[in-house]
């Protein structure tokens, strides 16, 4: 089966169908009205899958997948441009220009934590350029998948794009295909089977991958709101988000307030009874619920520490002072779970941070600009904040994406279209004019031709 899609959309690419502005803008506009109808199915969905509260469904997953095709829809046209450059006084008479293609097939797959959006906002920007795509949703966020499915099908064509659901296997045996382009989102780990596929037909990939990411609150912020900011970007999505802010490294003097306010945050958000909270979700697969599980033990646990495991569901948990080589600091949590590191000279905060390599996100809380500036500068990741978490990720101007370990390449906005686009370079030449000077015999001296320095 998977051959034959795959066989489809190589015909259906050829027809040169996708490479009119009018049809890709036709077909994006179908699935915005499509999104808009089933919003409210796509936000039961995912509380099927995990709990997910309403209000979170629909601010990080339908409105910023709506928000990514409102303006795709709006920019495709200028987007789709060829963008003229000056030309070369070596090639006049001439006009030149780069010229965004697509790239052909399109390989999409996504994990369960942010199931919808992160399945649908790559596709958007993959249509926009021009391919055509198959979308591999995950294997744990069930209902999610089976929605975004129902909503493929009713919009294209499958020879233009197309969901095919399943796991391991699946996933396998459409890396076995040649793609055009690929994009992965999930683990390092997987994120490296998908590469090595790749590279064995030199396609191209964007891989979205995750990372630990530390939070460092220094004697000079904030206190209140840095401890609200962050148990809002910790506890959002129970915590599974690839970018919510992974360990704390607090200066000792700021450790007991920062741990107060971050109590009192987190029973503001969620109630004394956090597990009766409508907002708060739930873990959404039992292995990473057991993983947590197994992490927690023998941690001193601040605040939470409850599992409820007909549920899933694990409680907003403080963690005090884990040691460096323990289960809870050796990768990445992806759930409620918050260890507090204290510091009380800055030379304590490198052998830290530098023990994982380039996060996906990170953070300092300071008054200091200089204290900030010499983190931002020091570390290689791939965004982050200042003073706050996750909201880098709401400006579609910023392309998300990781470095080195947390991933290649970055998306959203105008930067998804670019990534799905390959830029071909042309020069046209005018006719009327032709310098023999390049051609054989050489009549120029090497002399000359050093000062003159390129002739085409
Ligand atoms: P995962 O890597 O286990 O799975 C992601 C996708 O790959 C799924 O569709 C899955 O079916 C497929 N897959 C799994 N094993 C495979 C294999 N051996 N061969 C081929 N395909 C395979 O990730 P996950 O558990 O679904 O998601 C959580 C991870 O994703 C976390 O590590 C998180 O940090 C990361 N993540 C990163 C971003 C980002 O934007 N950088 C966003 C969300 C999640």
Redesign the pocket.
């Known amino acids: 089966m998977v051959k034959q899609l795959v066989a489809a959309q190589n015909d259906f690419f050829a027809t040169q169908k996708t490479k009119d502005v009018s049809f890709r803008k036709q077909y994006l506009k179908k699935l915005q009205q499509e999104i808009i109808d089933q919003e409210d199915a796509i936000c039961d969905a995912l509380y099927a899958d995990f709990k997910k509260p309403k209000f979170e469904s629909l601010a990080t997953e339908t409105q910023l997948a709506l928000a990514e095709l409102n303006y795709a829809i709006k920019n495709i046209a200028s987007w789709s441009e060829p963008e003229k450059v000056s030309g070369s006084w070596s090639n006049f008479p001439s006009k030149e220009w780069i010229q965004p293609e697509p790239y052909g097939k399109v390989l999409i ?6 199931p919808f959006l ?1 399945a649908i906002s790559p596709l958007i920007g993959a249509l926009a350029a021009g391919n055509t795509a198959i979308l ?5 966020s069930v209902h999610t998948s089976k929605i975004i499915s129902q909503i493929i099908r009713k919009v294209f064509p499958p020879e233009y794009v197309t969901v095919v659901e ?3 296997e ?3 045996q459409l ?1 076995a295909q040649k793609w055009e382009y690929i994009f ?8 490296k ?2 590469y090595k ?1 790749a590279a064995e037909h030199l396609t191209p990939v964007t891989l ?4 630990k990411n530390p939070c460092v609150v220094d004697k000079t912020a904030t206190i209140s709101l840095a401890a609200k900011r962050i148990a809002w970007g910790k506890f959002i999505n129970a915590g ?4 919510a802010p992974d360990y704390i490294l607090v200066h000792q003097s700021v450790k007991d307030a920062l741990v107060d306010n971050l109590k009192k945050s987190i029973t503001e958000f969620y109630g004394e009874d956090m597990e009766a909270s409508n907002d708060f979700a739930r873990i959404a ?1 039992g292995k ?1 619920y057991d993983e947590l599980k197994t992490m927690l033990k023998g941690e001193k646990v601040l605040f939470g520490g409850k599992f409820t495991d007909n549920d899933r569901y694990v409680a907003p948990t403080l963690v005090d002072e884990p040691e460096r080589d323990s289960a809870i600091m050796e990768g ?1 949590i ?1 759930g409620p779970v918050l260890p507090l590191i204290s510091y009380t000279d800055e030379s304590e905060l490198h052998p830290i941070i530098s023990k994982y390599p380039n996060p ?1 996100a990170f953070y300092v809380f300071s008054s200091s600009k200089k204290f900030q500036k010499r983190l931002m500068d020091r570390y290689s990741f ?1 965004g982050g904040a200042i003073n706050d978490t996750v909201v880098h990720i709401s400006n579609k101007d910023l392309p ?3 470095v080195g370990q ?2 290649i390449g970055g998306y959203h906005g105008k930067h998804t279209f670019d990534l799905f686009s390959h830029h071909k370079s042309i020069a046209k030449r005018g006719t009327w004019l032709d310098v023999p000077l390049r051609y054989a015999p050489y009549t120029i001296s090497t002399g000359l031709m050093k000062k003159i320095k390129h002739l085409f």
């Open positions: 797959i996504s994990p369960w934590n942010y992160l591999k949703p995950s294997e744990f399943g796991g391991v699946v996933s396998s890396l992965f989102t999930g683990s390092t780990k997987v994120g089977i998908v596929s979205e991958l995750s990372g599974q988000t690839c970018i697969t990473h990445e992806f996906l791939g998300f994406g990781g947390s991933g």
